[in-house]
């Protein structure tokens, strides 16, 4: 459904994507010249085949700028061992700059006493949407300007520009670099500039708002880079043409603790999808029939395919990390610095060499990743620091940048000498290549169908990419080739619509990342989001008993998952804010999709099993049974049939995707291939007739297929879609096609020999009528009471150990009744001998009889720091471990 | 930039009358290549420009075969609109129309905006049922009525024309776009939104 809208979307704004290719391709044009070189020759040894292929590639993009010599550049490796990037800088200080909520006047009072070029993001409540405000210097008239950010579908940009960015980071992170349609860069501020490493920009961001009056901005800093050699330093900052006699003398082997203070757990490899897009597009003829796999095989049976993606980032190995922003600016950068090698492996010289098959530039890309991981390799160490030098200069028309990049371009010669200018602006180039392409891959995007969109325009303007979560999905290949047949194009549109598909995926990718946060911050006990999901999931997969119906059931599934999306979209639980990342009218559609992978995903077995009970029990099975059979023995002249029919082997190929429908957890994503199932429907129906068939026609031929497939699961399963797709999407083709395929079951669950050609029960007509009712008022707007119903307790016995179960504690019931409800659960004899405890910083409290468990939970998880408790429904006497704690701490916590 | 509503559109009436024909007939000519298509002619989408605002229609076919009557209540819930077709060489569909019009009034969403199409317009020859008699009937319930013909592309814009300014529009500004088609009633009406 999300994925046929998208392809509209994407369709209708195809002018605009070409365009804003157009702008990518010249950014990437000016990127060339504004480029500073450095030493490659480290990095020539290592992928000597790929570096005038991917040029290849960049000048396809861009065959305007082919008579600019291009050049080699940073590797990266400098920013990897003393200093952190722009985009790091702002990934980690988010809670100084991005102030959403901050008003009108707030911002004025903080900017006034900032020096120009001092930016704040933030929500305009005048113009209802992002805005820039921006520090000018006292020579504009105004101190202050506000420039309106645009959000669309995918990107952020700003009013005016035609450069887009995918998230918010890297719109700023450009505009720190380039000052495209503002009136100067923005500049930050001195404290974050400067600082070395991320733990003193944790520092800073704990700051928050009170940074920009507390003495850590505007006191000037010691100067720079203490632990850098000085010469060197003065060598770089002094003369270009030092480094262009002796390109060699800046390299030099990394101390350990340099790399240590910005590396994290190994390095990655990382291709832009962009370029690899590009890539693929002059090899589509070889690499088609990879468009036919699945993203996530990664190929082990093709010679062609890509070697296995390298290790996932650090975010999963760094449980102890209390601190989420950390965990993932820490995984950030090893991706940062790799896209910059990869920028640089993109521009590296322009010999015309045949194009190597992908998997070469693929091992050579982890032949670089193994190269910054193992940290023996020598490194280029970079002659001179940008950032502190733009930093400490205060004025505001004061741009390094362009003055450097002016000097690049005038020096900028032919590849002989195109070493002379690698220093300049090393800092301003990596964050450049981050920032033009917004299309970088991303770092917590393990599912990001890297490969597998090569060559498939509709696999990644369709839903394809996101089947990929959906690891029990079967025969996808299958589906693709149909589908792909489906959609016959001339072939200049394919290409471009490839082109766009290009870019369009390489915007998904913070979508996927903000899902795929969320899908981790649900596993996160420490978190309340992620106790009221596991609260809740384990609430229903151990209270089988707890729904009347059905519909019930998947009711409360469906209300929780609105709730804790309206939960999400209100706390400050996610860091970075989903605003961010996310352009205002995706955010929910991205929530959905989030709330399906941590609630649907787990339950959904579960979920299936009770669905299959409750029509086992209410007997309907039964009777649907009996009618299929029933009705699969009439003609198609009976059902009212005068249209082609589905022959056999088009009715197992339906089935086929009933089946496939039946693996995935998603409502959107089965209702998805059940619009393939109609579309398949309709072809059959108009190719063998030539003419367009209303509703009067498809409805008979839907019921006759349904018939014809003779799969009871279909019942659930288009029950499952009805009660739990995003009540957004039911008035458009999907619910369409739902509300038809629910009719069909309908007419054959009633279809019975007397009254075939009647009137369905009234039974039934009063089941939609409720069914509509139910899902067009239950919007209301969820308190956060109704999550906090849930509490999980652990029973701890002596022999036996421990076992859990979460149990239904309103807010207002005492420890007293919990225990009543403990004895109960975990069938104890003796409850008098028993009592609720808590178990939290290694210390255990008996609760007091007339405490409120509830309230107990809300106080620990209102800490600041997150603490690791449990509630323990144990004997009072005994403990496990022979030791009895006193209870002494039980009022501070009841009370508090 | 003009907002976008949608507005889910059901289309009712006989068998036979031309219910997708007309919808075919207004998705189609001066058919958007930049609009992805939908499936097929049972759901189609249009999306027409009124006033300050675009009027994506999202317009749900319905079979008119009696026994998929009890079916109807789930296709024309939600919507802002019904069209509701007879064809003017078939007296037995206007009495169909008549019978929809009734079941809207008791079940259907509050305030939808009813719009009846005389389809087969072309076909004035062999006519059955009076332009008057529909005039009449659609006054008497404060219908839009035009006779249309999809076969010749007549008034098939006039009708959703029609159905847009029926359409109150999200803020209280005039709509700057009144009547210069031959349409029936045209009292405002106040329609919920659709979703």
Avoid at chain 1, 495 to 510: C, D, E
Avoid at chain 2, 104 to 111: A, D
Wanted: charged share 25%.
């Amino acid at each position: 459904m999300a994925s046929l809208t998208m392809a509209a979307r994407c369709q209708d704004k195809r002018g605009s994507f070409f365009k804003l290719i157009d702008t990518i391709a010249s950014e990437i044009g000016e990127l060339k010249q504004e480029m500073v070189q450095t030493d490659v020759s480290l990095e020539d040894g290592l992928e000597p085949t790929e570096i005038p292929s991917m040029v290849k590639d960049m000048d396809n993009v861009c065959p305007e700028k082919k008579d600019l010599k291009s050049c080699p550049r940073d590797s990266g490796y400098d920013s990897l061992s003393n200093r952190l990037s722009i985009l790091d800088r702002l990934l980690h200080t988010h809670p100084i700059w991005l102030q959403l909520s901050l008003s009108d006047e707030e911002v004025a009072g903080i900017l006034q006493s900032q020096p120009p070029g001092i930016f704040l993001v933030r929500k305009s409540s005048k113009m209802q949407k992002k805005v820039l405000s921006l520090r000018l210097p006292s020579e504009f008239g105004s101190y202050l300007k506000e420039f309106a950010i645009k959000e669309s579908t995918y990107t952020f940009s700003l009013e005016g520009s035609g450069i887009s960015f995918a998230d918010l980071f890297r719109l700023i992170a450009f505009y720190c670099i380039s000052r495209d349609v503002l009136p100067f860069t923005l500049k930050l501020p001195h404290a974050i500039s400067t600082a070395k490493t991320e733990a003193e920009l944790e520092d800073l961001a704990q700051l928050g708002l009170n940074f920009w009056n507390s003495p850590a901005d505007n006191k000037p800093l010691n100067p720079p880079a203490p632990h850098r050699p000085l010469p060197s330093d003065g060598v770089c900052r002094a003369s270009r043409q030092l480094c262009l006699i002796n390109g060699v003398h800046s390299i030099r082997t990394r101390r350990p603790s340099e790399l240590e203070c910005s590396q994290t757990n190994g390095a990655l490899c990382f291709i832009n999808p962009l370029f690899l897009k590009v890539h693929s597009q002059d090899l589509s003829g070889s690499l088609k029939r990879q468009s036919t796999r699945t993203p996530e095989v990664n190929g082990t049976e093709s010679p062609r395919s890509p070697p296995p993606r390298p290790p996932p980032p650090s975010i999963n190995s760094l449980p102890t990390s209390p601190q989420l922003s950390r965990t993932e600016t820490q995984a950030s950068m090893p991706e940062t610095v790799n896209h910059n090698k990869h920028g640089n492996v993109d521009l590296l010289g322009k010999k015309p060499t045949p194009i190597p098959p992908p998997r070469l530039k693929k091992q050579a890309s982890s032949l670089e990743g193994e190269g910054s991981n193992a940290k023996t390799l020598p490194v280029i160490r970079p002659c001179l620091s940008q950032e502190p030098t733009s930093g400490t200069a205060g004025s505001p028309g004061d741009a390094p940048p362009e003055q450097n990049l002016a000097a690049c371009k005038k020096t900028l010669p032919t590849s002989s000498d195109s070493q002379l200018q690698w220093n300049g602006g090393r800092q301003r180039l990596s964050d450049m290549s981050i920032s033009t392409s917004s299309s970088d891959s991303l770092e917590f995007d393990r599912s990001m169908p890297l490969f597998g969109y090569e060559g498939d325009t509709n696999s990644s303007l369709e839903d394809y990419e996101g089947e990929s979560d959906q690891e029990s999905m079967a025969p996808p290949i299958k589906s693709k080739k149909k589908r792909s047949s489906s959609f016959v194009l001339p072939k200049i549109v394919k290409s471009q619509l490839r082109k766009v598909s290009g870019v369009f995926s390489s915007f998904m990718t913070p979508e996927k990342r903000m899902i795929k946060k969320i899908a981790e911050l649900s596993q996160d006990k420490r978190t309340y989001f992620g106790c009221l999901v596991q609260d809740y999931v384990s609430f229903l997969q151990e209270n089988k008993e707890c729904h009347v119906s059905s519909t019930d059931m998947l009711q409360t599934i469906r209300q929780f998952m609105t709730q804790v999306k309206n939960y999400l979209s209100q706390s400050s639980e996610l860091d970075p804010p989903i605003e961010s990342l996310i352009p205002e009218d995706q955010i929910d559609i991205v929530l959905e999709k989030a709330m399906h992978k941590c609630i649907l995903k787990p339950l959904k077995s579960h979920v299936e099993a009770m669905l299959k009970d409750f029509h086992t029990a209410d007997g309907s099975w039964k009777q649907l049974k009996e009618n299929l059979q029933l009705v699969r023995q009439r003609s198609p002249q009976d059902l009212g049939v005068f249209a082609p029919t589905p022959d056999f082997v088009d009715v197992e190929k339906i089935k086929v995707k009933f089946m496939t429908m039946q693996k995935m957890y998603s409502p959107e994503k089965k209702v998805m291939l059940l619009l393939r199932v109609c579309k398949l429907i309709y072809t059959v129906m108009e190719n063998n007739s030539g003419r367009m068939y209303g509703a009067d026609d498809f409805l008979p031929v839907l019921t006759y297929v349904i018939a014809q497939c003779d799969m009871l699961e279909l019942d659930t399963e288009i029950e499952y879609m009805m009660e739990l797709l995003d009540p957004s999407l039911l008035h458009g083709e999907g619910g369409y096609y739902l509300t038809s395929a629910y009719g069909a079951l309908s007419l054959i669950k009633n279809f019975q020999e007397e009254q075939a050609a009647r009137l369905l029960s009234s039974e039934t007509r009063d089941t939609l009528r409720q069914w509509h009712k139910r899902r067009t008022t239950n919007r209301t707007i969820p308190s956060v009471d109704d999550f906090q119903n849930y509490l999980r307790v652990a029973f701890q016995e002596v022999n036996s150990g421990c076992t859990g179960k979460t149990l239904l504690v309103r807010p207002y019931i005492t420890t007293e009744d919990v225990c009543q409800l403990c004895a109960e659960k975990f069938k104890v004899e003796d409850p008098e001998e028993y009592s609720l405890f808590l178990f939290v910083d290694e210390t255990w409290q008996q609760l007091a009889e007339d405490t409120y468990p509830q309230k107990i939970k809300a106080e620990l998880h209102s800490r600041p720091q997150p603490h690791v408790f449990h509630f323990v429904y144990k004997r009072i006497k005994s403990d496990p471990y022979g030791v009895i704690f006193p209870n002494n701490e039980e009022e501070n916590v009841s009370t508090s | 930039m003009m907002a976008i509503r949608e507005l889910k559109v059901c289309l009712l009436g006989d068998t036979g009358v031309g219910k997708s024909s007309i919808v075919c007939r207004f998705v189609q000519d001066h058919f958007d290549h930049n609009i992805s298509p939908t499936i097929g002619a049972s759901f189609m989408t249009k999306t027409v420009p009124c006033g300050n605002e675009l009027h994506k229609f999202l317009i749900w076919d319905t079979a008119g075969q009696e026994r998929f009557h009890s079916l109807a209540p789930m296709y024309y819930r939600g919507s802002a609109a019904a069209v509701i077709v007879y064809d003017i060489t078939k007296q037995d569909s206007f009495n169909t129309l008549k019978k929809w019009v009734k079941e809207l009034k008791e079940h259907g969403p509050e305030n939808i905006v009813m719009a009846i199409a005389g389809n087969k317009c072309d076909l004035s020859d062999i006519r059955e049922v009076p332009m008057k008699d529909a005039k009449e009937y659609a006054e008497s319930i404060g219908a839009v009525v035009v006779e249309t013909s999809a076969k010749c592309a007549i008034n098939i814009e006039e009708l959703f024309q029609g159905i847009s300014r029926q359409i109150p529009p999200l803020d209280h500004h005039e709509n700057g776009n009144n009547g210069t088609i031959r349409l029936g009633n045209q009292t405002p009406q106040t329609i919920r939104r659709c979703c």
